[in-house]
């Protein structure tokens, strides 16, 4: 959680005295005092999503349902969720297209009334509602689950493989799990550091952060351009799997089909083709835009079967980075790029030798991790070690993308 999203919170509580006189307002506001302790506590100490349970599963037989199992979950708004019994939600949507499974928090007025005919509920309870969306909401939410549906398969399935599911096959990946908050991150400097001056050795305990630490979130939109769609989605979808499960970074992967609206809100623009593009000229300023706000453009060639096309895509870029006023310089040691998570004294390889540049918060690789995300070309699979780099190396990247907002 994001330190923005904790101090908007400004508590205030009654100041009591004899002859006080306690109306609805000043029972509503003593009771909200110590509701939103209790939201603000959960926010800075802790991280939101699925505390347990709310595992999704296919309904038995298979059809378009899911049944939801009981569980607990704290929203980005500080809400606890309870579902204390199993539920069984019906799919609605019969177009192609990725379904986002999410619960909200919901207050329900209810009963007993006041006066009893005709007057005004008396308890509200805290409960929730499960729905289906064709995009993921800007109010708060938690992901419980996504579905790449084909309606010419109307039939929902546990996935086999949970790490790789395939269409209609509930996709688990992208669940953000609740636990302690961690000690928030040093800011990225825009220039290297000078080297400090020597101090005496020390020996100090490591701490890794673990699944359960806070998660802070990274959005990254994925664009292909100048080729064919679905270009290094694969290995892009493994990195984010990799990255969310093994450090405190939530990453939140997002499908750009429009820049003037898909790009707000992303830390991380992905672009990636093996041939030339251009972008009109009307829509960079969308562009310009997500830099402005701290964002990053990350551009990348895709050179299986068309390493001159991969070329023609970096030019293309390049060409970009200039018209968006953004000078791209080869990445040289001790560059935040190669020192934000992973230490790196070298742009490490990926399918191909490592290259970066960067430039204003846009950057393009020759290296072809995407590739290399899923473990190489068919043809030449890569070594573990090569794969392992490569991953540490997007990592890299996303923490990049994080720290310089």
């Known amino acids: 959680m994001e330190i923005k999203d904790v101090i908007r919170f400004q508590l205030k509580r009654e100041n009591p005295f004899p002859g006080m006189m306690v109306d609805a307002d000043i029972w509503s506001d003593a009771h909200r005092y110590h509701r939103d302790a209790g939201r603000l506590h959960l926010l800075a100490f802790h991280s939101t999503g699925i505390v ?38 019906k799919l609605q949507t019969r177009e192609r297209g990725i379904i986002y499974l999410i619960i909200q928090f919901r207050e329900i007025p209810g009963p007993p009334l006041q006066p009893p005919d005709g007057g005004q509920p008396t308890r509200i309870t805290e409960g929730y509602r499960i729905q289906e969306r064709d995009k993921l909401p800007n109010e708060p939410y938690v992901e419980l689950a996504r579905i790449d549906f084909d309606p010419a398969d109307p039939v929902i399935r ?34 290297p550091p000078s080297p400090p001056p020597p101090q005496p050795e020390r020996v100090a305990p490591i701490v890794q952060p673990g699944p ?28 984010v799997r990799e990255v969310s499960w093994r450090s405190g970074i939530n990453v939140e992967m997002r499908a750009v089909t429009s820049l003037k609206k898909d790009v707000k809100g992303c830390q991380l623009l992905y672009v990636v083709g093996n041939s030339r593009f251009e972008i009109p000229g009307d829509l960079h300023a969308a ?12 551009g990348e060639g895709c050179s299986e079967g068309q390493p001159k096309g991969a070329k023609e895509f970096g ?53 072809d991790y995407g590739c290399a995300w899923r473990g190489g070309r068919p043809d030449s699979p890569l070594p573990r070690e090569t794969i392992r780099t490569a991953v540490e190396m997007g990592a890299n990247i996303l923490a990049f993308a994080k720290g310089t907002k």
């Not at 569980?71 to 019994?85: E, T």
């Not at 688990?172 to 908050?181: E, K």
């Not at 562009?287 to 990350?298: E, H």
């Not at 290259?355 to 918060?361: A, I, K, P, Q, T």
């Open 52 to 89: 347990g349970g709310l595992e999704v599963n296919q309904n038995d037989p298979p059809d378009l349902s899911v049944t939801i199992r009981p569980g607990l979950a704290a929203d980005p708004d500080g809400n606890i969720v309870i579902v204390a019994q199993p539920q069984r939600y």
């Open 158 to 191: 546990d996935p086999k493989v949970p790490s790789k599911p395939v269409k209609n096959e509930i996709d688990f990946r992208h669940r953000q799990g609740a636990g302690m908050a961690a000690p928030a991150p040093a800011p990225i400097p825009s220039t």
């Open 212 to 239: 359960t630490a806070a998660r802070e979130t990274v959005t990254v939109g994925y664009l292909t351009l100048g080729g064919t769609d679905g270009l290094h989605r694969a290995g892009i979808e493994n990195l």
């Open 287 to 298: 562009l310009g835009d997500l830099l402005k706000s701290g964002g990053v453009i990350f």
């Open 315 to 367: 030019l293309a870029f390049n060409q970009l980075a200039t018209q968006l006023k953004c000078k791209l310089e080869a990445v040289q040691r001790d560059h935040p790029l190669l020192t934000c998570a992973h230490i790196f004294s070298q742009v490490p390889q990926g399918v191909e030798p490592g290259m970066l540049l960067e430039g204003g918060r846009m950057v393009y690789s020759a290296g």
